[in-house]
């Protein structure tokens, strides 16, 4: 074998030399910032600032929490039990005390019932179990369509309670205000990279405010045009004809998910500063005998293809009892014309689902919901954002929507541990409170006694035969009223979901 000659040594000497060279002197140059951001650190100059949104604004924040009567504990204020349900916790930590709020809307306050029966709640039944000599305190902070943005004033407010984890689970409430993006400038994705990078550091933020100071302006000043929104959720559901103001809308979508982003990396950067865990949970929702809230044809669909859509779609709608292939063949055909109805590829998942081809299915009903033009469901970029931005900052995450589609039929979650489209039942909220446990263990935060989980079992049921009947009719009550309506939205699609 024929060695290497002094001319090719020479030659990748000099090339390893000045790749070397290159690379000190790229790290040379990056050494003042280095030791500015290091200076800075130690002299807390320069934190990063989370608190204004650039997307948009409030009118007013009030506190979630007020000092009791008596000052022993902080309380949820009744000025906000309009959307939270009433819970404390002790003004004074107790000695070796964990504390853990979860954040989030509807399904963590545990509707359609309410936070008796909430996830919450189970996880602090489940660490009592668990280590019945340390104090427990579980808060529940879920608001009733509450979204990402909202919640970040209250992660502001409740860091300052000295929690020891803070869980998160949010995702589906991202649609319901009606606000405008138009005043957000895009930037590209290879420039947003570096310059979000740059933003998180101390030497960015004290560099802005020195440019500010200079030009006469303030840093906290909101971007002109920028929604400012009530202290309080309106939902555009609750309008009159609410459904209606919903249309297909792209851009609309795209800079909701941009926003949703933007939160999530916030708030975990806001409890990353304060030196407090956060767990993100990807949220689950049905698809299973959950039609979509409002379908609608693509835009530029004309008077004829109309018509030939109606006349396959009727064709199949006629079919399926009696060859749901045929039927299947027929909905595709149609799908060739449009296939922007939600609607639509809801029918074709039923009925795949009908043939037992679960993969098809899956895709189709996950197609229905990411089509909805009414998104009351976590559509999946914000799934995907969740997972994604989890593992870019070393986030732990519970994934509730692999657990519940695991334990579903071909994988799609449906009724089983879901009374509605994305509120879990009972035994689901107990399930979830069993997974954040088994976190909790697995990262060494409860070291569980002998036979915790029968006595976690005997708790539950305690705790179940306490609730009167009275509490299971409201939440039967609330729940009925959306059965009803789904029912409706049902109707149009040819299908009728079970109760």
Same mark, same amino acid.
């Given at each position: 074998?024929?060695?290497?000659?002094?001319?090719?040594?020479?030659?990748?000497?000099?090339?390893?030399?000045?790749?070397?060279?290159?690379?000190?002197?790229?790290?040379?140059?990056?050494?003042?910032?280095?030791?500015?951001?290091?200076?800075?650190?130690?002299?807390?100059?320069?934190?990063?600032?989370?608190?204004?949104?650039?997307?948009?604004?409030?009118?007013?924040?009030? &506190?979630?929490?007020?000092?009791?009567?008596?000052?022993?504990?902080?309380?949820?204020?009744?000025?906000?039990?309009?959307?939270?349900?009433?819970?404390?916790?002790?003004?004074?930590?107790?000695?070796?005390?964990?504390?853990?709020?979860?954040?989030?809307?509807?399904?963590?306050?545990?509707?359609?019932?309410?936070?008796?029966?909430?996830?919450?709640?189970?996880?602090?039944?489940?660490?009592?179990?668990?280590?019945?000599?340390?104090?427990?305190?579980?808060?529940?902070?879920?608001?009733?369509?509450?979204?990402?943005?909202?919640?970040?004033?209250?992660?502001?407010?409740?860091?300052?309670?000295?929690?020891?984890?803070?869980?998160?689970?949010?995702?589906?409430?991202?649609?319901?205000?009606?606000?405008?993006?138009?005043?957000?400038?895009?930037?590209?994705?290879?420039?947003?990279?570096?310059?979000?990078?740059?933003?998180?550091?101390?030497?960015?933020?004290?560099?802005?405010?020195?440019?500010?100071?200079?030009?006469?302006?303030?840093?906290?000043?909101?971007?002109?045009?920028?929604?400012?929104?009530?202290?309080?959720?309106?939902?555009?559901?609750?309008?009159?004809?609410?459904?209606?103001?919903?249309?297909?809308?792209?851009?609309?979508?795209?800079?909701?998910?941009?926003?949703?982003?933007?939160?999530?990396?916030?708030?975990?950067?806001?409890?990353?500063?304060?030196?407090?865990?956060?767990?993100?949970?990807?949220?689950?929702?049905?698809?299973?005998?959950?039609?979509?809230?409002?379908?609608?044809?693509?835009?530029?669909?004309?008077?004829?293809?109309?018509?030939?859509?109606?006349?396959?779609?009727?064709?199949?709608?006629?079919?399926?009892?009696?060859?749901?292939?045929?039927?299947?063949?027929?909905?595709?055909?149609?799908?060739?014309?449009?296939?922007?109805?939600?609607?639509?590829?809801?029918?074709?998942?039923?009925?795949?689902?009908?043939?037992?081809?679960?993969?098809?299915?899956?895709?189709?009903?996950?197609?229905?919901?990411?089509?909805?033009?009414?998104?009351?469901?976590?559509?999946?970029?914000?799934?995907?954002?969740?997972?994604?931005?989890?593992?870019?900052?070393?986030?732990?995450?519970?994934?509730?929507?692999?657990?519940?589609?695991?334990?579903?039929?071909?994988?799609?979650?449906?009724?089983?541990?879901?009374?509605?489209?994305?509120? &879990?039942?009972?035994?689901?909220?107990?399930?979830?409170?069993?997974?954040?446990?088994?976190?909790?263990?697995?990262?060494?935060?409860?070291? &569980?006694?002998?036979?915790?989980?029968?006595?976690?079992?005997?708790?539950?049921?305690?705790?179940?035969?306490?609730?009167?009947?009275?509490?299971?009719?409201?939440?039967?009550?609330?729940?009925?009223?959306?059965?009803?309506?789904?029912?409706?939205?049902?109707?149009?699609?040819?299908?009728?979901?079970?109760?």
């Amino acid at each position: 074998m024929r060695r290497p000659g002094p001319r090719k040594r020479t030659r990748a000497s000099r090339l390893l030399r000045g790749t070397l060279f290159r690379l000190g002197a790229v790290l040379l140059g990056l050494s003042p910032f280095v030791l500015a951001e290091g200076l800075f650190t130690v002299l807390d100059w320069g934190r990063p600032t989370y608190e204004d949104d650039p997307f948009v604004g409030f009118r007013g924040v009030h &506190p979630l929490f007020v000092p009791s009567a008596d000052g022993s504990r902080y309380e949820i204020a009744k000025s906000r039990q309009e959307f939270f349900q009433p819970d404390s916790f002790s003004f004074k930590k107790r000695p070796g005390e964990f504390r853990v709020f979860c954040l989030g809307g509807s399904t963590v306050q545990g509707r359609p019932f309410a936070a008796e029966t909430s996830f919450p709640t189970w996880l602090e039944l489940s660490l009592r179990a668990g280590d019945p000599q340390r104090p427990w305190e579980v808060v529940n902070c879920g608001g009733i369509s509450y979204a990402g943005y909202r919640l970040v004033p209250i992660l502001e407010e409740v860091l300052g309670y000295e929690p020891d984890l803070i869980v998160l689970y949010t995702g589906h409430n991202e649609f319901l205000e009606d606000r405008s993006y138009a005043h957000i400038k895009r930037i590209p994705g290879i420039v947003a990279v570096p310059v979000g990078w740059a933003s998180s550091t101390r030497t960015y933020t004290l560099l802005r405010r020195a440019y500010n100071g200079l030009q006469g302006s303030s840093s906290q000043e909101p971007p002109e045009g920028r929604p400012m929104l009530g202290a309080e959720v309106d939902a555009i559901l609750e309008h009159p004809d609410g459904l209606e103001e919903y249309e297909r809308d792209e851009k609309w979508r795209e800079d909701t998910i941009e926003h949703f982003r933007y939160n999530l990396r916030r708030m975990i950067a806001m409890a990353d500063d304060a030196g407090v865990p956060l767990w993100l949970v990807n949220p689950v929702c049905q698809l299973r005998d959950c039609p979509p809230f409002k379908a609608q044809h693509r835009d530029d669909l004309t008077a004829e293809e109309e018509r030939r859509w109606d006349g396959l779609v009727g064709q199949a709608v006629e079919l399926r009892k009696t060859d749901v292939r045929r039927a299947v063949a027929l909905l595709q055909q149609a799908l060739e014309i449009d296939d922007q109805h939600a609607g639509a590829h809801y029918l074709l998942a039923t009925w795949y689902d009908a043939l037992g081809m679960a993969d098809e299915a899956r895709q189709s009903y996950v197609r229905a919901k990411e089509l909805d033009v009414c998104p009351l469901r976590i559509i999946e970029p914000m799934s995907e954002a969740i997972l994604e931005i989890a593992g870019e900052t070393d986030t732990p995450v519970v994934d509730v929507r692999a657990m519940f589609a695991a334990l579903s039929a071909g994988g799609i979650p449906d009724g089983r541990f879901l009374l509605d489209h994305v509120h &879990p039942s009972i035994r689901g909220h107990q399930m979830i409170a069993e997974r954040l446990t088994d976190e909790l263990i697995d990262r060494g935060l409860l070291e &569980p006694v002998s036979g915790w989980e029968e006595e976690r079992s005997q708790a539950f049921r305690r705790h179940l035969d306490s609730l009167d009947n009275v509490y299971f009719d409201k939440g039967i009550q609330r729940q009925e009223m959306l059965r009803r309506w789904t029912q409706g939205r049902a109707a149009e699609f040819g299908v009728q979901p079970p109760r």
